[in-house]
């Protein structure tokens, strides 16, 4: 199983960016998927969530500006970012919880690379 980020970028502030994540392999199912965050001597903290349902998490921080979506027939996510800020600036992780596979019985977490995104002032 493989999850691969993409859309990262330098954008100056106000400015939109979308993050894709893809994740590749003979899924089953996916419970929930996520973005986080990391800056340096930070903790990843989570930006965004999505269940299988459609109900979706926010950071307080990113509310009323980003928007989180999945389509589970295509195993894949974006989450569009807008009004972004400086404090915005980030690498960017997606991350899936309880993924099952065809044959399988287990649920595994997978986390995603990072994807940096830059805002400038």
């Known amino acids: 199983v493989q999850l691969q980020a993409s859309g990262g970028g330098l954008v100056q502030a106000g400015g939109s960016l979308r993050l894709s994540c893809a994740a590749s392999g003979n899924i089953l199912s996916i419970n929930t998927m996520g973005w986080y965050r990391q800056t340096p001597g930070k903790e990843r903290e989570l930006v965004a969530s999505?269940?299988?349902?459609?109900?979706?998490n926010y950071a307080d921080s990113v509310k009323g500006r980003f928007t989180i979506s999945r389509d589970n027939a295509k195993n894949t996510m974006s989450l569009q970012m807008n009004s972004l800020k400086p404090e915005d600036t980030a690498v960017y992780f997606c991350?899936?919880?309880?993924?099952?596979?065809?044959?399988?019985?287990?649920?595994?977490?997978?986390w995603g690379q990072g994807t940096q995104v830059t805002v400038s002032s």
């Open positions: 999505i269940t299988g349902d459609g109900i979706t």
């Open positions: 991350k899936v919880d309880g993924l099952r596979l065809y044959g399988s019985f287990r649920r595994i977490d997978v």
